[in-house]
């Protein structure tokens, strides 16, 4: 029996509808997910070049009226994600009713102009003005922004770009407001060549900011150039407010106890303003049950009320004590899900250095970036070395073998500062980790012996015991930890065979222990056998005159491994990160492992304890 072909035509007709609506809502399905971009990374292709960023809308938005639009640049060795979760505005953003785009450098910053300046690190060509305007572009095209009304902000390296932005576009956009920076006055020389047209200028600063401290200071150079001069606060602001068309007799003190707040009307109804925090450091002010850097201050609140032309004057809260600032920055991957865990790797600096240079030194948030997890970058605090030199560790806390300059606990200031970062990112508590490099290293040392149980594992590079500390781990019973630890036998810094002088009777006195003696003292510790390590070399590549070796002891207790890797030729540096250390300390630098990648492996294996379970 054959079927009619008039019906067989409407058969086919009505499959073909039903499939192109099938289709048609399949469309509007995923329309609807591109609407809803919180939290969604998304990109952008500039310059041949795919950027990404994210995206938050206001939740109280019809879709219709367009509303203001905040540029977010993270600071230094940060991301998107980071500078949302530090920030918090997006909570912002529904309560006022403006839009936030958060942008992602490529690498450590983006280029505020250090390239033109001959400023390092370098990591290449990259178009972050082009890029920005692009995005700006693309923004206002597709979504209700008001073009009329955008601002850009940021700490540091984003506050610096966002000054950029400002200069290189001329007219375009509304202001910006700053955060815990002063200007280079290589942006001053960029700026200058470039018209001028007044935008509303909001600088909120901190009188203990040791980054961008308010006397501004000047950053030396390694060649025969002049040093690198950053303005103090008050110059930044006059220097604004002569471009921005102010009157210098014109300004009004508004608030001189509780904070320092001025103002002046400028051109073409624009203000520029600085408000001065007491007790204040480098960084973000939030208010909440934060532990470190409470100073009654929320900056947040004072951007929002500043760019929707509201009463944006909040005299701060009063802080009983305040505790001495903190700084650190944080790394939080693109794969970042709020709704899912995630580990986090504290890195300390060695001395004298900083969290930035932690980053560059390491390369963790590359790793970070491939495996998915936090990099957290603290910076120590300056207690012996002259000003702007760079931070320390202050692992010898009550060390009846050192004299103490201060009684700063920091094993507490990094339990309190994971504790800070979890309240606005979702941190698996289970998966904390600590590593650090030379100074860092110790510190890794100290806070394994302090708190064995705020991480989930340890990993000291270029590093070494110190005295005292075997005696801070048997009064705080520490038992068994997971323990990676790295050195190079050539290491000018930390010898391999320790720094002593010689006692009353003859006998060395060790100020840092020999390499040997820290690893045989944790294997010991952790219960291994001793005297049967398994002992495996890497094929070398041939690029150094080094060799790697991972010693590895056997039958550990349960929790206690214990992992060495020699670096045979090695100096002072970090394995498969070749030409950021100075060579005279770096020495040869083995590209046969990543230290980072290692340290990453040896650390995913392990979970802490949570309440017994």
């Given at each position: 029996?054959?079927?009619p072909?008039?019906f067989?035509?409407?058969?086919?007709?009505?499959?073909?509808?039903?499939?192109?609506?099938?289709?048609?809502?399949i469309?509007?399905?995923?329309?609807?997910?591109?609407?809803?971009?919180?939290?969604?990374?998304?990109?952008?292709?500039?310059?041949?070049?795919?950027?990404?960023?994210?995206?938050?809308?206001?939740?109280?938005?019809?879709?219709?009226?367009?509303?203001?639009?905040?540029?977010?640049?993270?600071?230094?060795?940060?991301?998107?994600?980071?500078?949302?979760?530090?920030?918090?505005?997006?909570?912002?953003?529904d309560?006022?009713?403006?839009?936030?785009?958060?942008?992602?450098?490529?690498?450590?910053?983006?280029?505020?102009?250090?390239d033109?300046?001959?400023?390092?690190?370098?990591?290449?060509?990259?178009?972050?003005?082009?890029?920005?305007s692009e995005?700006?572009?693309?923004?206002?095209?597709?979504?209700?922004?008001?073009?009329?009304?955008?601002?850009?902000?940021?700490?540091?390296?984003?506050?610096?770009?966002s000054?950029?932005?400002?200069?290189?576009?001329?007219?375009?956009?509304?202001?910006?407001?700053?955060?815990?920076?002063?200007?280079?006055?290589?942006?001053?020389?960029?700026?200058?060549?470039?018209?001028?047209?007044?935008v509303?200028?909001?600088?909120?600063h901190?009188y203990?900011?040791?980054?961008?401290?308010?006397?501004?200071?000047?950053?030396p150079t390694?060649?025969?150039?002049?040093?690198?001069?950053?303005?103090?606060?008050?110059?930044?602001v006059?220097?604004?407010?002569?471009?921005?068309?102010?009157?210098?007799?014109?300004?009004?003190?508004l608030?001189?106890?509780?904070a320092?707040?001025?103002?002046?009307?400028?051109?073409?109804?624009?203000?520029?303003?600085?408000?001065?925090?007491?007790?204040?450091?480098?960084?973000?002010?939030?208010?909440?049950?934060?532990?470190?850097?409470?100073?009654?201050?929320?900056?947040?609140?004072?951007?929002?009320r500043?760019?929707?032309?509201?009463?944006?004057?909040?005299?701060?809260?009063a802080?009983?004590?305040?505790?001495?600032?903190?700084?650190?920055?944080t790394?939080?991957?693109?794969?970042?899900?709020?709704?899912?865990?995630?580990?986090?790797?504290?890195?300390?600096?060695?001395?004298?250095?900083?969290?930035?240079?932690?980053?560059?030194?390491?390369?963790?948030?590359?790793?970070?970036?491939?495996?998915?997890?936090?990099?957290?970058?603290?910076?120590?605090?300056?207690?012996?070395?002259?000003?702007?030199a760079?931070?320390?560790?202050?692992?010898?806390?009550?060390?009846?073998?050192?004299?103490?300059?201060?009684?700063?606990?920091?094993?507490?200031?990094?339990?309190?500062?994971?504790?800070?970062?979890?309240?606005?990112?979702?941190?698996d508590?289970?998966?904390?980790?600590?590593?650090?490099?030379?100074?860092?290293?110790?510190?890794?040392?100290?806070?394994?012996?302090?708190?064995p149980?705020a991480?989930?594992?340890?990993?000291?590079?270029?590093s070494a015991?110190f005295?005292?500390?075997?005696?801070?781990?048997?009064?705080n019973?520490?038992?068994?930890?997971?323990?990676?630890?790295m050195?190079?036998?050539?290491?000018v810094?930390?010898?391999?065979?320790?720094?002593?002088?010689?006692?009353?009777?003859?006998?060395?006195i060790?100020?840092?222990?020999?390499?040997?003696?820290?690893?045989?003292?944790w294997?010991?510790?952790?219960?291994?056998?001793?005297?049967?390590?398994?002992?495996?070399?890497?094929?070398?590549?041939g690029?150094?005159?080094?060799?790697?070796?991972?010693?590895?002891?056997?039958?550990?207790?349960?929790?206690?491994?214990?992992?060495?890797?020699?670096i045979?030729?090695?100096?002072?540096?970090?394995?498969?990160?070749p030409?950021?250390?100075?060579?005279a300390?770096?020495?040869?630098?083995?590209?046969?492992?990543?230290?980072?990648?290692?340290?990453?492996?040896?650390?995913?294996?392990?979970?802490?304890?949570?309440?017994?379970?």
């Amino acid at each position: 029996m054959h079927t009619p072909k008039r019906f067989l035509k409407l058969l086919f007709l009505l499959i073909f509808l039903l499939a192109l609506s099938l289709n048609l809502s399949i469309f509007a399905q995923d329309d609807n997910e591109e609407a809803s971009t919180d939290n969604a990374l998304l990109t952008l292709t500039h310059d041949g070049v795919e950027r990404t960023y994210h995206l938050h809308l206001p939740a109280n938005s019809n879709g219709t009226t367009p509303v203001p639009l905040v540029v977010a640049l993270h600071q230094f060795a940060s991301s998107g994600f980071a500078m949302e979760a530090e920030t918090g505005l997006s909570d912002a953003a529904d309560e006022y009713g403006y839009a936030v785009v958060y942008p992602n450098a490529i690498g450590n910053f983006f280029q505020d102009g250090r390239d033109i300046a001959g400023i390092g690190p370098d990591e290449g060509e990259k178009d972050d003005v082009g890029f920005l305007s692009e995005l700006v572009d693309e923004l206002t095209e597709n979504y209700p922004i008001d073009p009329d009304q955008i601002y850009f902000t940021g700490s540091d390296n984003g506050a610096l770009m966002s000054m950029r932005m400002i200069c290189e576009n001329p007219g375009r956009f509304a202001g910006f407001v700053s955060f815990g920076t002063s200007i280079w006055e290589y942006h001053t020389q960029i700026c200058d060549e470039l018209e001028a047209e007044p935008v509303n200028t909001l600088f909120i600063h901190g009188y203990e900011d040791s980054l961008y401290p308010i006397g501004g200071r000047s950053v030396p150079t390694n060649d025969e150039r002049p040093d690198y001069l950053v303005l103090s606060v008050q110059d930044t602001v006059n220097w604004w407010a002569l471009r921005n068309g102010c009157d210098p007799a014109d300004v009004t003190v508004l608030e001189e106890s509780l904070a320092r707040i001025l103002t002046a009307p400028c051109s073409e109804n624009t203000t520029t303003a600085l408000y001065l925090v007491n007790g204040g450091g480098h960084n973000w002010y939030r208010e909440g049950d934060l532990i470190v850097n409470r100073v009654g201050v929320d900056a947040t609140d004072i951007l929002s009320r500043f760019i929707m032309g509201q009463d944006w004057v909040i005299l701060p809260e009063a802080v009983t004590e305040p505790a001495e600032p903190r700084t650190w920055r944080t790394y939080v991957p693109t794969s970042y899900n709020p709704d899912e865990p995630m580990p986090l790797v504290v890195a300390l600096h060695g001395r004298p250095g900083s969290g930035v240079g932690m980053a560059l030194i390491t390369g963790m948030s590359e790793i970070a970036e491939e495996y998915g997890f936090i990099a957290v970058y603290p910076d120590g605090m300056n207690d012996s070395m002259p000003a702007n030199a760079g931070f320390e560790w202050n692992y010898v806390l009550g060390s009846p073998y050192f004299m103490q300059s201060t009684d700063r606990d920091d094993t507490q200031f990094l339990i309190d500062m994971m504790a800070d970062i979890s309240q606005g990112l979702n941190v698996d508590q289970r998966r904390l980790y600590l590593t650090g490099f030379s100074n860092g290293g110790f510190m890794t040392h100290r806070a394994a012996c302090d708190a064995p149980t705020a991480f989930a594992a340890f990993a000291p590079v270029g590093s070494a015991l110190f005295p005292g500390l075997e005696t801070i781990c048997d009064e705080n019973n520490v038992g068994s930890v997971p323990i990676l630890m790295m050195h190079g036998t050539e290491d000018v810094s930390i010898p391999w065979q320790g720094t002593s002088n010689t006692g009353p009777n003859g006998q060395p006195i060790y100020y840092t222990s020999p390499v040997q003696v820290q690893v045989g003292s944790w294997a010991i510790r952790n219960g291994c056998d001793v005297d049967n390590p398994v002992i495996t070399p890497i094929e070398s590549n041939g690029e150094t005159n080094t060799q790697v070796s991972i010693v590895d002891f056997n039958d550990c207790d349960e929790g206690g491994e214990t992992i060495f890797y020699m670096i045979e030729g090695g100096g002072h540096n970090w394995a498969g990160r070749p030409g950021i250390i100075g060579d005279a300390i770096a020495g040869q630098v083995n590209t046969d492992i990543n230290a980072s990648e290692v340290i990453w492996q040896f650390f995913s294996q392990y979970e802490r304890d949570i309440n017994g379970e």
